[in-house]
């Protein structure tokens, strides 16, 4: 669980990267950066930081703010009633990324699998992305992602988002935060 | 109709301005910007220059290049077979915008309608975007809108795009591209 102070603390340098790519933000969208750590309680190795600008019924976009080697754990979005899940295209607007999607494993893969959590990752086809490229995952495919040694900032446009509805492959994970009281 | 290097120095003047901003884009996104004259010839005060990252069936995501005082001309996206129309938002990420729509007409508004066109303008609720700044245009609603002094770089983040079906309040506007073959 996330205390305050990190919440705090997180979105700070998160809208700091933000502003230093040149990348606007109202102060209201500052002070509500959503700081995901997926409930394993060590944001800076397995998060992410995201700003919603938009999210209804037909699209969705957002900023993705990754620190250095920072990665967003494996899952994927599955039907959700009439809607095939949400697909996703992915664009880096700085920094670099690693992402990696089903299909044929790439040997010796860039990213570096958090400690421990190696049973957690199943899929290994990498894609790297430095700015001004980007990928499209089709809907209900396992896909995860990691930040170059610099960090990275990532434009998401994507059809409807239903984060609460998002598979995770450790199922430890919870992927809306909690954050503690005190 | 456009002149091939009307193109070439349209293109490279929107890139120019995009690379200053720090929105990085590929060689291959750079060299293909799409410039749209509306047909009227002018389109340093009637145009606008786009770069589409993607467009498909379920939602869509561009980047508008305004130069100053560029005016992308009053038009409405309606609905198209089961579709209700294009939503969309646009998000200022550089300088400033004027968007103007339905509703009641602002007093004194701040664009300047291209001269000789006055008529061809019918809605003026204003809604001035600064960077970090967005607006939401519901679907089949008429709107125009102008840069500022310094030109503008706005994000447009919406449903599947369908250019073809626009409707402008100027009939003498195409809104696909032509160019000259020599």
Redesign the interface.
């Known amino acids: 669980m996330l205390t305050r102070k990190q919440v705090a603390d997180t979105r700070h340098r998160a809208a700091r990267m933000l502003e230093n ?6 102060p209201n ?1 500052r002070e509500n950066i959503e700081i995901a750590d997926f409930g394993l309680d060590d944001v800076e190795r397995t998060g992410l930081e995201l700003v919603v ?2 999210n ?1 019924d ?4 957002k900023e993705l703010v990754l620190f250095p080697r920072q990665t967003c754990p494996e899952h994927r979005h599955p039907p959700v009633g009439t809607d095939l899940g949400k ?1 996703e ?1 992915f ?4 920094g670099k990324v690693w992402l990696y999607v089903e299909g044929e494993p790439t040997a010796n893969i860039k990213a570096v699998i958090p400690r421990g959590d190696e049973a957690r990752y199943t899929v290994f086809n990498e894609i790297e992305l430095n ?4 990928y ?1 995952i089709p809907p209900n495919t396992l896909h995860w992602f990691q930040a170059g040694d610099e960090g990275a900032v990532v ?1 998401e ?3 409807t988002s239903t984060d609460e509805h998002d598979i995770f492959s450790d199922p430890r994970i919870r992927r809306i935060p909690e954050i503690a009281d005190e």
């Not at 790519?21 to 109202?26: D, M, P, S, Y």
């Not at 664009?91 to 700085?94: A, D, K, P, Q």
Request: charged share 20%.
């Open positions: 790519v040149g990348i606007a933000l109202t969208e600008y938009e209804n037909r699209y969705c976009a697909q295209t664009r880096c607007r700085w700015p001004g490229e980007q499209t434009s446009f994507s059809s």
